[in-house]
C-alpha cells in the first residue's frame, strides 16, 4: 500500500482545454431540450466555462483534500480514500460509488461522517471511511479482461481485512454500489456487520405476487426502457461508444452529463443547483483525466457474465440489511417491502422527502443523517 497524491501536470491539462475549445458541436433538433440526449444550450455554456473558467489547480486540489492510497490486490490497483475521524480505528465503513460517478460522489459526506462533532453530531457517531475506485474507474487499475461485481467484493472484503485489517466493518452502496454492497453481505458475512443501500442490487427471480409488487415491477420496466437505452448498449458494445468517443473529452461529458441529469431529483430544484458546474466538472475531468471512460463501460458486461444479480428463490443475503428509499430517483422506483425481503435480511428501511439517484451527492445532510441512525442502530444491536 503507498500514498498518492493526483499530479497533472500543465501540459496535460493544456491538451485537453484545447480538445475542448475545438470541438464542434453539430446542429440539434430546435426544442428538444434534454428529450433526445444532452441538452445543447447546456453543453455549450459548459463548453464556455470548461474552457474560459473551470480553475484546474483548485479542482486538483479538492482531488487530493482526503488521504489517499493505491494497493495491489490480485494484481490489480486498488485506488481509495482512508479517513480516520473521530472513529479512530472503529467503526469502519466502507463506501461504493457507482456510474458515470466516481469516489467523489461522497466528497460532501466524508466530513460529516468522519469527524461528526464539528457537523452538529457527537464524536461516538463516527466513522472510519474507506472509499475505492472500482476497477476500470478514476485511478484503479484497469481489467484485462470483462470484471464484474462479484469480483470486486472480492477485493474490497481482501481491502479491508488484510490491507487495513478491520476484522469487521459495514458497507453501503448505490448504482453499481449496491450490487458491489450486496455480494459482499452475501459472500462475506463473518466480515461484514450489515450494510446499508439506497438502490436495489439484488433481484429475485419471483413473479409479482400482489398488486404492490406488480405495479412496481411495471413501474420499473417504463424506468428502464425511458433511461436505460445505455445501458443496453454498453452490457453488449462498450467498445462501440469507446471509439466514438475516444479523445473527446466534450462526447463524454455529454454522455455523463444526461445521467446526472436524468436520474437527479430535480422537482424543487434546477439542474445547476443540484450539481454546481464545478461539482460536475470534477467528476467529468476525472473520467477524461485518467482514460477511465472506456475501461469504466467495461464494467457493464461484468454484471451480465454474472447472471444479472438475480437471486434463486432459495437465496437470500442475511446479512442485516438497511434499505433508504430516496423518493426522487426516477431510475429505480422505490420497492414495496414485500420485494426487498425476497433477497435481503431487510432490518432497516426509511423514505427520505427528496433526492435521486445520486443520494450522497444530491442531498448530502439527508444521507449522513440516515447513515448517522442506521450506525447507531447496528451498534445498539450487538
Not at 479517513?83 to 466530513?111: C, D, M, N, Y
Not at 479523445?247 to 436520474?263: K, M, T
Not at 441512525?373 to 451498534?379: D, I
Request: glycine content about 8%.
Amino acid at each position: 500500500m503507498k500514498a498518492f497524491e493526483v499530479q497533472w501536470s500543465a501540459a496535460e491539462i493544456e491538451r485537453v482545454i484545447r480538445k475542448v475549445e475545438d470541438c464542434r458541436l453539430p446542429q440539434v433538433l430546435s426544442g428538444t431540450g434534454w428529450t433526445l440526449g444532452c441538452d445543447a444550450d447546456f453543453l455549450n455554456r459548459l463548453q464556455t466555462y470548461w474552457v474560459r473558467e473551470f480553475d484546474w489547480r483548485a479542482c486538483q486540489a479538492r482531488l487530493n483534500r482526503y488521504p489517499q492510497f493505491i494497493a495491489e490486490i490480485d494484481g490489480l490497483d486498488v485506488h481509495f480514500v482512508h479517513v480516520k475521524g473521530e472513529a479512530q480505528g472503529r467503526r469502519p465503513l466502507l463506501l461504493t460509488h457507482g456510474w458515470p460517478g466516481s469516489h467523489l460522489e461522497f466528497w460532501e459526506v466524508i466530513e460529516p461522517l468522519a469527524f461528526p462533532s464539528r457537523h452538529g453530531g457527537k464524536a461516538e457517531d463516527a466513522f472510519d471511511l474507506i472509499i475505492p475506485s472500482l476497477p476500470g474507474f478514476g485511478f484503479s487499475g484497469k481489467p484485462s479482461s470483462i470484471f464484474g461485481q462479484r469480483q470486486t467484493a472480492r477485493l474490497w472484503n481482501t481491502l479491508m481485512t488484510e490491507v487495513l485489517g478491520y476484522p469487521r466493518y459495514l458497507a453501503q452502496g448505490g448504482d453499481w454500489g449496491a450490487i458491489v454492497t450486496s455480494w459482499l453481505g452475501l459472500d462475506y458475512p463473518r466480515s461484514v456487520e450489515a450494510i446499508h443501500l439506497n438502490m436495489l442490487g439484488f433481484r429475485s427471480l419471483t413473479p409479482g405476487r400482489d398488486e404492490a409488487e406488480i405495479e412496481w415491477q411495471r413501474r420499473a420496466d417504463l424506468a428502464q426502457r425511458v433511461y436505460s437505452g445505455y445501458a443496453a448498449v454498453q452490457m453488449s458494445k462498450p467498445q462501440s461508444i469507446a471509439w466514438a468517443a475516444a479523445d473527446n473529452p466534450l462526447g463524454q461529458a455529454s454522455w455523463i452529463l444526461e445521467r446526472f441529469h436524468d436520474w437527479a431529483d430535480l422537482r424543487r430544484r434546477p439542474f445547476e443547483q443540484v450539481f454546481p458546474l464545478d461539482r460536475l466538472l470534477d467528476n467529468i475531468v476525472l473520467y477524461v483525466m485518467t482514460g477511465s471512460f472506456t475501461s469504466a463501460l467495461c464494467f457493464y458486461p461484468g454484471v451480465v457474465k454474472e447472471g444479472f444479480a438475480l437471486l434463486p428463490e432459495n437465496i437470500r443475503c442475511e446479512t442485516p440489511t438497511a434499505f433508504a428509499q430516496y423518493s426522487g430517483d426516477a431510475l429505480t422506483p422505490v420497492p414495496p417491502r414485500s420485494r426487498i425481503e425476497l433477497v435481503y435480511n431487510l432490518d432497516r428501511l426509511t423514505t427520505l422527502p427528496e433526492g435521486g439517484h445520486f443520494a450522497a451527492m444530491e442531498v448530502p445532510d439527508h444521507f449522513v443523517g440516515d447513515i448517522r441512525l442506521w450506525g447507531s442502530a447496528v451498534a445498539a444491536s450487538r
